[in-house]
């Protein structure tokens, strides 16, 4: 009984160390915002993660009216990835694709689009022009990949709770006894 308990707990510290510990970092934010208008084209666009994402393998790929519009590397301060826009980029709908390493050592992946009516080089966007709002996207992201951490964490809880529980009880039946 003693071995199973330790066997056990052994399981339950596995289980629910890791998933506490390094967590995916989730896009909680981004300006500017999915799907809004801006009346100037911003300088660069700015990520704020969950957490801090590690500084390797960072990309933000912002593409405009012209096509590609990035400007240099970008740059990650704590928890934001700052991506420079090109000072010759026009007014117009922008898409941005983003990859950042999470702490966990996964790839977060996804895509925001804004419109801007003023472009950096001081053009209006064309007539016509629409925001194409859509979900976001969720590469291997999703909900539903949070969801097994959260369920692993709490099997591993409800394990080490019981097993503290048996433990507790059994020293006070060793002490009577
Ligand atoms: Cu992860």
């Known amino acids: ?29 981004t300006d500017p915002a999915d799907g809004t208008s801006v009346t100037k084209l911003p300088e660069s666009v700015v990520l ?23 400007s240099g590397a970008p740059t990650i301060t704590g928890r934001d990835v700052t991506q420079a826009i090109a000072p010759d980029s026009p007014g117009g709908d922008y898409t941005v694709s983003y990859r950042i390493t999470s702490d966990d050592g996964h790839p977060v992946t996804g895509t925001f689009s804004f419109h801007a009516a003023i472009g950096l080089d001081g053009s ?19 909900q539903s990949s949070l969801l097994v951490p959260i369920l692993l964490t709490i099997v591993g809880t409800v394990v080490l709770l019981g097993i503290g529980g048996f433990l507790v009880l059994r020293g006070r039946q060793a002490d009577r006894a």
């Not at 993660?49 to 990035?70: H, M």
């Not at 064309?126 to 590469?139: C, D, E, L, R």
């Open 48 to 70: 704020t993660f969950s957490e801090a994402p590690l500084t390797i393998g960072a990309q933000v790929v912002v593409t405009g009216p012209k096509g590609a519009a990035s």
């Open 1 to 29: 009984m003693r071995r199973l308990a330790s066997a056990l707990l052994a399981f339950g510290l596995l289980v629910a160390l890791p998933t506490t510990a390094f967590a995916h970092d989730v896009l909680e934010r």
């Open 124 to 142: 209006t966007a064309a007539a016509g022009a629409t925001v194409h709002v859509k979900p976001v996207s969720s590469a291997d992201d999703g």
